[in-house]
């Protein structure tokens, strides 16, 4: 075996380089006092993205009943508490 590269190398090509995009564009700017991104109606870059900002949304609690686990270890019933977290609004 004459060629001691690995196969792989033989078929690597260099990857093009592409142009950055503007980094300040016209269209968006960084607002301190809100820490995140605003539009230059001010409104907030998040509901470009979404139908309408993330709300709050509550999981109710409740039980995992007792039982065996398949390995036969008897496990009693525990109280999983509710939560309340963000999601996207519907």
Known sequence: MENQQPLIAFFLQPYPQSQPGPLNSDHEEYSSERQLNVGVDGLPLHLARSS??????????????AGYTPSGKYKSSTIVPGKTDKRAGR
């Not at 709300?55 to 409740?62: F, R, V």
């Open 52 to 65: 309408s900002p993330p709300t709050s949304c509550y999981t109710p609690g409740h039980t995992i009943p």
